[in-house]
Nanobody
Framework: QVQLVESGGGLVQAGGSLRLSCAASGRTFSTYHMGWFRQAPGKEREFVAVVSRSGSPTYYADSVKGRFTISRDNAKNMGYLQMNSLNPEDTAVYYC???????????????WGQGTQVTVSS
């Protein structure tokens, strides 16, 4: 089992950057693939990025490709999402998740953090 806690969200102007962090508890974090998802008001939770348990490969949603970078540090039990060139459409609650399967489908993930709000002003 793994517990996840996100941090790093906030309010940023369009064109700005944020770095989200995901702190994982337990000694087995390195055995889980890790994903980032987001949910805007009135919308379904959507895939953002995923990184395999070893750190490679990584996959991104088309909407964030080239702007966001997912990474992890298994020695520190940490995951990250670097977000650059943010725009108002990126406003959402961002969640990190972990699962033994490498997938982009939210409902397949077993473990979730509580989420962190990202708001991008125009």
């Amino acid at each position: 089992q793994v517990q996840l806690v996100e941090s790093g969200g906030g309010l940023v102007q369009a064109g700005g950057s944020l770095r989200l962090s995901c702190a994982a508890s337990g000694r087995t974090f390195s055995t889980y693939h890790m994903g980032w998802f987001r949910q805007a008001p009135g919308k379904e939770r959507e895939f953002v990025a995923v990184v395999s348990r070893s750190g490679s490969p990584t996959y991104y949603a088309d909407s964030v490709k080239g702007r966001f970078t997912i990474s992890r540090d298994n020695a520190k039990n940490m995951g990250y999402l670097q977000m650059n060139s943010l725009n108002p459409e990126d406003t959402a609650v961002y969640y990190c998740a972990a699962d033994r399967g490498l997938t982009i489908i939210p409902r397949t993930y077993a473990y979730w953090g509580q989420g962190t709000q990202v708001t991008v002003s125009s």
